[in-house]
């Protein structure tokens, strides 16, 4: 993910469509991103699997739907955000909006870092839907990603992690706090 962006930099594109790679999004919905990035002045389109309910939706595991529901509440509470479905990998990004992003994580974990700095950098965000589906509700994370609770736990410590980042780049001002000279 993190390459593709500066790829889309040297190479000159002003759009970049994403999508994951386990059959969860259709590929004939990219004319719609394409359409919506034209049309829209955000820098980053993100689908939805959760903003509007579809004929074609189907049931997503259980742990799955529970903790994107938990980092989505998290995410929007803490970033002052209202996503509905911070986790879906099917987002079309204004170029020059991300391409300098300070991106690091390179796995499962990479939605908890760029949402902290789409919000650091000031990026505009809408969301659009798109259907739910699942074909194959036993795909493993691998390794230890693959227990619930370590697979949370995992992307909280990465969402802790980027703000601490940011706070250290930019401490927050203490409003009223500073000494005042005498």
């Keep these: 993910m993190i390459e593709s962006f500066r790829f889309a930099q040297r190479e000159g594109y002003e759009w970049l469509i994403t999508m994951d790679c386990d059959n969860q999004h259709e590929p004939a919905r990219i004319p719609m991103f ?4 034209e049309r829209c002045d955000a820098d980053i389109i993100s689908g939805s ?28 509470e803490t970033l002052g955000l209202s996503l509905t479905d911070s986790f879906c990998g099917f987002k079309a990004y204004r170029v020059e909006a991300v391409a300098s992003l300070p991106l690091s994580e390179p796995g499962y974990a990479f939605p908890l870092q760029f949402w902290v700095q789409a919000v650091h950098n000031g990026l505009s965000i809408c969301e659009y839907p798109i259907p739910l589906v699942y074909h194959d509700a036993t795909r493993s994370f691998g390794g230890t990603l693959d227990d619930p609770e370590a697979r949370y736990q995992h992307y909280l410590d990465v969402f802790h992690a980027e703000l601490a980042k940011v706070a250290a780049i930019h401490p927050p001002h203490a409003h009223g706090d500073a000494e005042k000279p005498e």
Excluded: G
Excluded at 34 to 37: I, P
Excluded at 53 to 74: F, G, H, S, V
């Design 34 to 37: 394409v359409e919506r990035a």
């Design 49 to 76: 699997r959760y903003l509007l309910p579809m004929p074609e939706n189907t049931l997503a595991p259980e742990d799955r739907r529970l903790i994107n529901m938990r980092i989505t509440r998290l995410i929007n």
